[in-house]
């Protein structure tokens, strides 16, 4: 993908790439993938104090993530020197060992690829963009924060619990759905369903359209 296609969508591919993270001098993105999901992304730099914290929190919340086969990977245009020389600062100034790679694109190539580099606010560094992959490598969710603001960690798991759950379950999440509440089922498509779900007991209906669910039920 160029970079006057703008960035990998929803429902894409997520594109391959052969890069050296601090984890491997020759990674193959879907090899290491595997069949897990992917949570994939960005920061602007090294030594930069709001990248700092959101390295911190994945690192701690990294168990909580492969417990969803969940893996992480975090990427920006820095060299492999500067990524390993960060990774030592944040484990002895802040006790923290950064268990997941991080790629080094000093000539953002990957960037680009994914559409990190947002030309309005640099040209020599990425916004925090993520993605979301599945474990066929499709993109499931885009998402993008300035460089001012950091990421909700806690977000990030939600968003990958509700995709997860809506794939085994078929069904959807609502606003602010946290992991155990009740699911939304979708739409009925004819008239014998729509009786159907009015008369299911263990279903909460709204209406005929809207109808929710007990995810363990």
């Given at each position: 993908m160029s970079e006057s296609q703008g960035f990998p969508q929803i429902g894409q591919n997520a594109p391959d790439f052969h890069a050296?993270?601090?984890?491997?001098?020759d990674f193959s993105f879907?090899?290491?993938q595997e069949q897990d999901w992917v949570v994939f992304f960005s920061h602007p730099a090294d030594f930069t104090p709001v990248s700092t914290t959101e390295l911190v929190e994945f690192a701690r919340r990294y168990e909580d993530f492969r417990k969803k086969n969940v893996k992480l990977i975090g990427v920006s245009a820095d060299s492999i020197h500067a990524h390993l020389a960060w990774f030592d600062n944040v484990t002895h100034k802040i006790?923290?060992?950064i268990p997941y790679p991080l790629v080094?694109?000093?000539?953002?190539r990957i960037s680009h690829l994914y559409g990190m580099v947002h030309p309005g606010v640099s040209v020599t560094a990425t916004v925090r963009a993520l993605f979301v992959i599945d474990p066929k490598r499709v993109i499931r969710a885009v998402i993008f924060y300035p460089m001012k603001v950091g990421r909700s960690v806690n977000e990030v798991l939600r968003l990958v619990t509700a995709l997860q759950t809506a794939d085994q379950l078929?069904?959807?999440?609502?606003?602010n759905w946290q992991?155990?509440?009740k699911v939304v089922l979708p739409p009925p498509r004819t008239v014998q369903e729509v009786e159907e779900r009015l008369s299911q007991p263990d279903r909460e209906?709204?209406?005929f359209y809207f109808t929710l669910k007990d995810p363990k039920a």
């Open positions: 050296v993270t601090t984890l491997s001098q879907s090899a290491w006790g923290v060992t080094a694109d000093s000539d953002m078929s069904c959807a999440t609502p606003v992991e155990g509440e209906v709204k209406d």
